[in-house]
């Protein structure tokens, strides 16, 4: 990198405009929400700074390894070991802690346990107390108690400001630590250079769920450091630039006027320039207050689009942080020119659009993505056109994307739902004839168990491992093709799809009643135990959980169980049979008898209750899963975040209604969860829903109208809510609406 480059685009500062100020929130929403809740137990989600979808997420690292410290930080723990600039929220693997700062005092406290710093990583770290730590969208604190230093984070888009206040105002160094890698994730390549005494500029490459991925950086500091030390591993480099695996910087600063240091770092998945221009357009004449500020209002803004009326602080907590959690992925990804790396490893152009990535598809296509239809459709357009980018890049549409990689992680071909429930609802934004051929290419692929599906209308499990996970969900993806298909006046196709949603049939049992693995002759596979997690025929679930993953066609479902009152039995048996004694998966979480809300695949069960001679009990199953497995605390979540779907479930449940089958463009009723909730959608349209009568003994609902009129059965339409009314629940303390034809 040349010096005059960088010279160059700091004299672009004097050209940029201001961040225009984000609307102020009208009321103090942001006091609900506690980032906390999920750090501790199975939620796995991180408490730093970033934006809605920002590309920076701020947050503290404990510095350990393993299951629990995914994120980066597990709320039970009492080091941090540094302050990186991306995190991943509640998913099963860990990944990415890119460009980490810590802040020290020198000498360094003469009791370091050998043991805690190989545990950590790094002899850098410092205790800190609860006590003195804090968040709130947008804004983290912490008190590194070794040190005496007050540690501030905050955020924009594509940029991370640290506010480092120090105690000893000549006594301050700043650790810059290139080969952090803990978990799956494991440094290839890094590079440091100092440009002047105020400025770096750098990159980490690593290698892990994301098999390439590139963060370049650069970072101003607000005072000028008097000393800088460049190591690869022990050994120190006599020179201003530096490239290794594993490289550190030691920045010296003798004295602070002031008392404390600012640090703004941009980022940027194609070079280190970029990293600066980003820095330089988003935050260059932000002081750390008016950032913080910033950062607040645009939360603010988006969090006022659900108003909810409750007495109830620890529900108003529960609902406003899974809000918040909803809008931390996807996450932005091009460069403020619109560049990025591509799934090919190529640099590409955004044209007309951002490109995003971090989609945890297999979690999300169930419930966070109808959200996001209906909150923020205006980047919902986006996000699709980042599947379409990565499909041309890659060659398919992304499983899983992540930093711009492939990652391949879990099943199915789920932005067929995604892009179904987009066009299916009205958006527009986005090529769908070049959609609807890519997710084609998806179910007509080879790989992934699809040619044994497509020969013999199921997955077999001679042919590959999780086989009727599998053929379910390709069932479910094929319906969603279908629906596409027939939107767009393509009869053949659509029959032809819609024929493939029903191999699900291929693999229910009529005898014991649940969903079966086969071999390729059609031999039910021996030693069925439908409580069993490592039979390798369902991915991370049972018999119980997979059996009912029909969300398409669930009347055909309770038909196979026998009818209404057969449907509701087998049901009341999956709440009711206890989990057995043998071991379980670490994700297997959150459980009401065999029913796992800590997963997936049970997500939709509670509502299948509509299908039955005693429709109130999606109700009752819903409330009782609210109130039982989601907690205003630090463990308060029962299962991994999942990029906002274990969030966007209790807020479609709190509200009233679910998406079962997105691609339907209806929701079941269910049981609203407070008096009132406002929700402001596009073109300023208001949909308010209240509960008359709510209560702790009134929890069924007796009568629903929308607008006036009765709504006779157990469904709504998007097309209905969208014009915007009152959607009104009368409830009662005992059950009224018992079915439904």
Known sequence: MRYTRFIILLMIIACQKQPEKAAEAEDNVLSYVDPFIGTGGKGKTYPGASVPFGMVQLSPDNGRSGWDWISGYFYPDSVIAGFSHTHLSGTGIGDLYDISFMPVSYPLPQERSDS????????????????????????????????????????????????????????????????????????????????NDSLIAGYRKSTGWAPDQRVYFS?????????????????????????GKNLQGVFTF????????????????????????????????????EAKTFAADTWGKELNKIKVTSGDTQRLTSFYTALYQSMLAPTLFSDINGQYKGADG???????????????????????????????????????????????????????DLAGNETNMMIGYHAAPVIADAYLKGLRGFDIEKAYNAIKKSAEADHFGLNSYKKLGYVAATDDNESVSLTLEYAYDDWCIAQVAKALNKPDEYERYLSRSENYLNLFDPETKFMRAKDSLGNWKSNFNPTQYNSGDYIEANAWHYTWFVPHQPEKLAELMGGKEAFRKKLDALFNTPQSDSPVPEWISGYIGQYVHGNEPCHHIPYLYNYTDQPWQTGKKVRAIMDQLYKAEPAGLCGNEDCGQMSAWYIFSALGFYPLDPASGEYELGVPLFEEVSLTLPGDKKLLIRAEG???????VSNVTFNGKEINTHKISHELLSRGGELIFLMAEEPARNTFD
């Open 694 to 700: 709510l209560s702790d003994k009134n929890r069924y």
């Open 219 to 243: 970072s101003v500091f607000s005072e000028a450091f008097e000393g800088v030390a460049l190591y690869t591993g022990d050994s120190i480099v006599n020179s201003t630039q530096a490239t």
């Open 346 to 400: 190529n640099i590409h152009q955004a044209q007309g659009y951002d490109r995003y990535t971090t989609f945890s598809l297999w979690d999300t296509f169930r419930a966070e993505h109808p959200l996001l239809t209906i909150l923020h459709p205006d980047r919902v357009d986006d996000f699709i056109n980042s599947m379409l980018a990565h499909y041309d890049e890659y060659g398919y549409l992304p499983v899983w």
């Open 254 to 289: 003798k004295t602070l006027e002031k008392g404390h240091i600012t640090i703004k770092t941009g980022i940027s998945s194609v070079s280190a320039e970029n990293a600066l221009f980003n820095l330089t357009s988003e935050s260059a004449r932000l002081s750390f207050d």
């Open 116 to 195: 805690l710093i190989k545990s950590v990583g790094s002899p850098y770290y410092s205790l800190f107390s609860h006590d003195k730590e804090k968040a709130s969208p947008g804004y983290y604190q912490v008190f590194l108690e070794d040190y005496g230093i007050n540690v501030e984070l905050t955020a924009t888009k594509r940029t991370g400001l640290q506010k480092y206040s120090v105690s000893n105002k000549d006594s301050l160094q700043i650790v810059l630590n290139l080969g952090y890698a803990r978990n799956w994730d494991s440094t290839t390549d890094t590079h440091i250079e100092v440009i």
